[in-house]
């Protein structure tokens, strides 16, 4: 590979709990070729045949051209990248992730976590560009971070950082999919929406009336997704909830601010398409709550820019990054 | 100023909240000369007074070998240094400090928070050194905090990275001297020890009798220092306040790994003296809330190395680094 790697299109892949997304991505950022696979069961051996599927399928259009293969999961990785040491979603445990995938697709290959790949993108291409310190904060199932300080992506001292949905927010709060009490995300995420539209309904059944709707009257199939039509289309329980969750979303950004001073954090992930409904009570929190406010700057909060093709974007980039790197003549 | 640097002395500064103390820091880290003065008042320019009167004097015996003055103190900087935002118990509000000094010194000058200053020192001489991604915590009369990455000090887009001790870890918690509800310092600092022994001699004097031997009765002149006294001397009360407020330690470091996923984190400052006492409890909750636990490895927690000192001489060095950066030629 030469050191024009950085002028060449790679190959970007977004491993989600029921589906393998890719995208052949310029070095524009453009996404100039998409496929993708359904991974219903979701096992290991299930979601690397999608990924070679993917990647055969987007290959055969452009091969000879390709820099690598970047990967994006729901997981957390070692430092290297070698190892995925735990997935909410997948059944990876401690998984030999790269090299499996090394083997079968004998192309470069980076391979890691979405949120920080989302972020990278959001860098790079998007609403974190020429940034110091940038934060990225997606709000899916549950909250996802990534973390691009000096123009580089950190991954922290083992390769987990920007878990900040497990920071606890409140003592003996909620339980987490992560075993403890109380984490961020079970505050403000998807999850949360509809959560809280269950409780409504269950309570107030005459205030949930649109809500109820959606669902045919039965309170237990209501989700985030539920509540963000209902909230987009003005409906005012659906706006309250959002508001509470949008409060608990400027409160954690505020403490990520009191830890690690940003300049921007970068909202994303599925619930961010509720745009301002969400943004406007964060950024009230934030006001409340930043710590120093009046004598300090603090970050600014924007809307990701670049949707749901953030992380395969980013994990494409960080491969031609990666191939291009170890090109330069040191 | 020559690129020797690097071989020479320089002199620390650490600005309390009721006296300056200096040192003469030689290359290795050790201290060769000390000189401090009290300032009673905490005014700006009785402040700026005792700096200079304490440079005076240490500089009598070492002039014409100081590589520069690094004054660290309780305030948050600006990511220049060139000026103190805010200081919790000095009167430095927006002020250039930097430059007023720089004016009456004359000499090279860093100027920036003493928790980052002595958080360098441990990554230079003490606990953390060889560390990819040091956090310090410091347990005084609030938590301070300084983060070493990749051999370099991180203070944030804006100067003010590390203030953790404001991150908010109860919803409509404690009052907080920053004017927040809930923040961690309220629940593990030397203000934290004090306070839960006026609570439990107020409540409880029989429990509390040994911690009221020690201001003849009268629980409210309970502060933290006799905690300390008592817990070291074993009586039970002070040890399970102890025990309580290194619990409160621990979550927090849960958090922070979280956010960040260091490979280490140093626990300083005066209620650091407690040791293994406050340590203990604060790894076994730290065992407890570790997001993702056993399944990746979290932060060693240790005691700081340097004392009190650790400001000054941390201090010294990013003088001393800072000049011999400038001498390299590019």
Redesign the interface.
């Known amino acids: 590979m030469s050191a024009g790697a950085a002028a060449l299109p790679a190959l970007g892949i977004d491993i989600g709990g029921t589906k393998v997304a890719g995208g052949v991505v310029a070095p524009d950022g453009t996404v100039v070729a998409t496929a993708r696979r359904a991974t219903p069961g979701a096992s290991v051996a299930e979601t690397e045949d999608a990924i070679a599927a993917v990647v055969e399928e987007l290959a055969a259009g452009h091969d000879g051209e390709l820099v690598g293969v970047g990967v994006g999961a729901a997981g957390?990785f070692d430092r290297t990248g070698d190892t995925v040491?735990?997935s909410p979603h997948l059944a990876w445990?401690?998984s030999t992730l790269r090299a499996d995938l090394g083997h079968r697709l004998r192309r470069p290959l980076w391979v890691g976590n979405d949120a920080d790949a989302a972020a990278w993108a959001e860098y790079r291409y998007g609403a974190a560009q020429g940034?110091?310190?940038a934060l990225m904060v997606t709000l899916g199932t549950g909250i996802g971070?990534g973390i691009v300080?000096d123009g580089r992506l950190?991954?922290?001292?083992?390769?987990?950082?920007?878990?900040?949905?497990?920071?606890?927010?409140?003592?003996d709060g909620r339980r987490c999919a992560?075993g403890?009490r109380g984490?961020w995300e079970q505050y403000s995420s998807g999850n949360a929406l509809g959560r809280a539209a269950r409780e409504l309904a269950a309570s107030s059944p005459a205030t949930a009336q649109r809500l109820l709707e959606l669902v045919d009257g039965d309170a237990r199939r209501l989700v985030g997704e539920h509540v963000a039509r209902a909230a987009t289309d003005g409906d005012p329980a659906a706006r309250e909830i959002v508001t509470e969750v949008g409060t608990w979303l400027g409160?954690g950004i505020?403490?990520?601010a009191?830890?690690?001073?940003?300049?921007v954090v970068v909202v994303g992930g599925g619930v961010s398409v509720l745009g301002e409904l969400l943004l406007a009570p964060a950024r009230a929190q934030l006001d409340r709550?930043l710590?120093?406010r009046g004598?300090?700057?603090g970050?600014r909060v924007v809307a990701a820019e670049l949707g749901p093709q953030a992380g395969l974007v980013g994990a494409a980039d960080l491969v031609r990054d990666m191939v291009a790197l170890r090109a330069t003549p040191p």
């Not at 009191?258 to 300049?263: F, G």
């Open positions: 957390w040491l735990f445990r401690g940034s110091d310190l971070g300080l950190q991954r922290g001292a083992h390769g987990i950082a920007g878990e900040w949905g497990h920071m606890r927010v409140v003592p992560c403890n984490c409160q505020a403490d990520l009191a830890v690690l001073d940003p300049d709550a710590p120093g004598y300090r700057p970050p």
